[in-house]
């Protein structure tokens, strides 16, 4: 028997044109059963983002995963029977299904399975507005397609008449193979342009020594209503997951006069599939090349700690957790938060409320400090008669002290590594 069977009230699904969805919860041995409730909780979070209604959730446990079926021949006629029940339309997976259990499960159930990756991938596909956000996206639905290519006939395609000509000829299957392969490539190609557009554009703010903020986080957090807190950017901010996924950059300026770039990114979420982090890689390289990374923090989640440990998963797969990061725990305005007592227990992290403005001076001073802070202290030497080194000297960094001495001026200013470089001649401490 399958282990439990919830069932989801009708009077709560007042949208019947919508898809009713079956999830299907798998315990193994080294998941506790919270951490199973919690993945069931988001999953059904994300099938009401892609539009679609949760009419029961099932769990099941199991030693190892059936290589056939997932759940074992007998669970699966189960399964198909409380389908039946419900009228599902699909049967949503919480852990990653193969393509022979991706089709066996299809051929006994008599209806879509898919897994959570299809879930995510087909939201990324619903947000994606951009043409390198679609571009992306497709490349990404593209790889999780093909190893799950099929076709129903074995029907051949024919060939013309001719020497070397004859024979059996392709398969549509082969043919169709053939097709995404070919359309990944030129993806592919697409994508590497935009790279190279977006590595001129960076060498450009190089030179404008311009430092770069990036926002990261769990999705939902909040980062969007953040960038629009600090930048007035005015960008779409709305309670659903995954809306942001093209990158948006804007100018912040900080109380001493220095202008800094901040970039709003894809949000992250726990074993975000591998086909989106390839897929994505040249929108997250600008999480990877920042100057600070702000991880935001949705205070008013009941696994906040987990959320964290995703983000900085995915940090470490796209090589960016060696990146100074800031904490800001967000949503301090709603009722059950806990960011303000979050914020306390991590030493140097701030609480804001991005969507009321709540303590987002002391944000932005935190920023410039730690942007500051990596920033080194170079004594100068300059001789008395070049009144114009001592000028650009103000003008490249801050002044931290200035005493004149009996044939220079030796001053100790911050300045980053460009402005050190034009210093090199005068430097004598660092």
Known sequence: ?????????????????????????????????EELERELDELTLLVDTAGADVVARIVQRRESPDPATFLGSGKVE???????????????FNRTLSPAQHRNLEKIL????????????????????????????????????LPRLRRSSGSLSQQAGGIGTRGPGETQLEVDR????????????????????????RQSRARGR??????????????????????????VAENRLFVTLDPRTRQL??????????TDTVGFISNLP????????????????????????????????????????????????????????????????RSMELAQEQAGSVYVSALLGDNSETLIEVIGARLRSSDRIFTLRLPLDRGDLLAAAHREGDVVSQENLENCVEIRVVLDPVGAARFVDWNVAS
Do not use: W
């Open 274 to 337: 591998h086909e989106l982090v390839d897929a994505f890689k040249s929108t997250l390289d600008s999480v990877r090349l920042a100057d600070l990374l702000i991880h935001v923090v949705d205070g008013s989640s009941s696994k906040v700690e987990e959320e964290i440990a995703a983000v900085r998963a995915v940090l470490k797969d796209i090589g960016a957790d060696e990146v100074p990061e800031l904490m800001v725990f967000n949503k301090s305005d709603v009722e059950c938060s």
């Open 178 to 201: 053939r097709r995404l392969v070919h359309r990944m490539h030129k993806l592919q190609n697409d994508l590497k342009d935009v790279e190279r557009t977006r590595a001129v554009q």
């Open 253 to 262: 300026a900080l109380p001493g006069g220095e202008t800094v770039l901040v």
């Open 210 to 235: 311009h430092r770069e903020v990036t926002l990261v986080g769990y999705t939902n957090a909040g980062k969007s209503s953040l960038l629009n807190l600090l930048t007035h950017a005015d960008v």
């Open 110 to 145: 008599g209806r879509t399975a898919i897994d959570r990756t299809a879930v995510i991938l087909d939201i990324f596909a619903q947000n994606a507005r951009s043409p390198e956000g679609k571009a992306q996206v497709e490349l990404a639905l593209l790889k999780y397609r």
């Open 78 to 92: 189960e399964l198909r029977e409380i389908c039946l029940a419900v009228d599902s339309d699909t049967v949503v």
């Open 1 to 33: 028997m399958v282990d439990r069977v919830t069932y989801i009230p009708t009077t709560l699904i007042d949208r019947s044109f919508r898809e009713r969805i079956v999830i299907v919860g798998v315990q193994f041995p080294d998941t506790t059963s």
